[in-house]
């Protein structure tokens, strides 16, 4: 039984499931957490106690909830659909009415795919944007996690459940290593890859990841001097980033014992996470002990500017980085508002 769209009361969270992106792992978790007397085989039997919504329905009924998914690189996926479904030959009725069939080729596999449209197609393959965007093709979750980094992301995610509401989530459940070769190495020519990008066109706009199957995250170094010697001084400390997200940023907070949130709109490294989300609640910002915000988006009363007027107020760090890609630094920032307004009037 297919379960897409869960409500976790204690938690405060809506959960929306994608087939292939880690779905079994964190309906684990959360059953673990929040119905740890229930006797299951599976977490996908129709006998669990889920209480289930529809898309229309989560903003008018759950205001204050975070609704949350979590996304996956669309050449991975599909790989993955390929090794799980068909290279171990598990078939299915409802596959076999499309025309899959035991230990077709990779390249066949992706050519039918390609074929099918996602209202005929099996959740196992359909788009994730089809069960993400609304009706204006924007993405209706609050907060999309990546992935590819999934143990840290759930981290984050218990952090933010805990300052919502007190409630303490389990960890993910381990998760056995894929023994099988990376995305990369099964994409070996042009013609795959873009039948692959013209296919989940969506996803790749909606979701930030790259149009080119990547052989693996590259982790590089930064020249945030200030980021740096702030984290030295304070470590563990966690950054909300709503400047230019990256994976050094990430792995530098990280590895300093911090939680790390980069807000960019599409962006492979940043999670996608909606900023009217942040600022009225919906995914809590009292867990980050620095923000991070480019100047040229502080205009009028945008979401932006209000979570930077919060973490002022709240007498927490603001860095400030001055223009987009000027090579600028950032610049700390623990004024008063009206400091502040001085500030930018000059």
């Given at each position: 039984m297919e379960w897409p769209h869960t409500v976790w009361p204690e938690a405060k969270l809506v959960y929306t499931a994608l087939p292939k992106v880690a779905n079994t792992s964190i309906k684990s978790?959360?059953?673990?957490?929040?119905?740890?007397?229930?006797?299951?085989?599976?977490?996908?039997?129709?006998?669990?106690?889920?209480?289930?919504?529809?898309?229309?329905?989560?903003?008018?009924?759950?205001?204050?909830?975070?609704?949350?998914?979590?996304?996956?690189?669309?050449?991975?996926r599909l790989v993955s659909f390929w090794n799980d479904r068909i290279a171990r030959g598990k078939i299915g009725p409802r596959l076999e009415r499309l025309g899959f069939h035991k230990e077709m080729p990779f390249p066949v596999?992706?050519?039918?795919?390609?074929?099918?449209?996602?209202?005929q197609a099996d959740p196992h393959f359909r788009s994730q944007t089809a069960l993400l965007v609304n009706r204006r093709s924007e993405l209706r979750v609050d907060l999309a996690l990546r992935f590819e980094r999934l143990e840290e992301e759930w981290n984050l995610l218990r952090s933010l459940v805990a300052s919502h509401t007190g409630s303490d989530m389990q960890p993910l459940p381990?998760?056995?290593?894929?023994?099988?070769?990376?995305?990369?190495?099964?994409?070996?020519?042009?013609?795959?890859?873009?039948?692959?990008?013209?296919?989940?066109?969506?996803?790749?706009?909606?979701?930030?990841?790259?149009?080119?199957?990547?052989?693996?995250?590259?982790?590089?170094?930064?020249?945030?001097?200030?980021?740096?010697?702030?984290?030295?001084?304070?470590?563990?400390?966690?950054?909300?980033?709503?400047?230019?997200?990256?994976?050094?940023?990430?792995?530098?907070?990280?590895?300093?014992?911090?939680?790390?949130?980069?807000?960019?709109?599409?962006?492979?490294?940043?999670?996608?996470?909606?900023?009217?989300?942040?600022?009225?609640?919906?995914?809590?910002?009292?867990?980050?002990?620095?923000?991070?915000?480019?100047?040229?988006d502080l205009c009028g009363r945008s979401p932006r500017e209000r979570i930077r007027d919060q973490f002022e107020g709240d007498g927490r760090t603001v860095l400030t980085e001055s223009g987009a890609g000027d090579g600028r630094l950032p610049t700390p920032r623990t004024a008063s508002r009206q400091r502040w307004r001085r500030y930018r009037s000059g």
């Open positions: 978790a959360l059953l673990d957490s929040y119905l740890p007397q229930s006797r299951r085989r599976s977490p996908h039997d129709e006998d669990q106690p889920y209480v289930a919504t529809e898309p229309r329905r989560i903003r008018r009924d759950f205001p204050d909830f975070c609704h949350f998914a979590v996304v996956r690189d669309p050449f991975d596999v992706v050519r039918k795919v390609c074929e099918i449209s996602d209202r381990h998760r056995r290593a894929s023994k099988r070769r990376h995305a990369a190495d099964y994409y070996f020519d042009d013609a795959t890859t873009a039948m692959v990008i013209k296919r989940y066109a969506t996803d790749f706009n909606l979701l930030g990841y790259p149009r080119v199957p990547e052989p693996r995250a590259s982790i590089g170094k930064t020249d945030d001097d200030v980021l740096g010697i702030l984290l030295d001084r304070h470590r563990g400390a966690s950054v909300l980033d709503l400047s230019a997200p990256s994976a050094a940023r990430a792995a530098r907070v990280v590895n300093g014992g911090g939680r790390y949130l980069g807000a960019a709109s599409r962006s492979s490294v940043g999670q996608l996470v909606n900023l009217e989300a942040l600022s009225e609640g919906r995914v809590p910002m009292g867990v980050f002990d620095v923000l991070m915000v480019n100047d040229h």
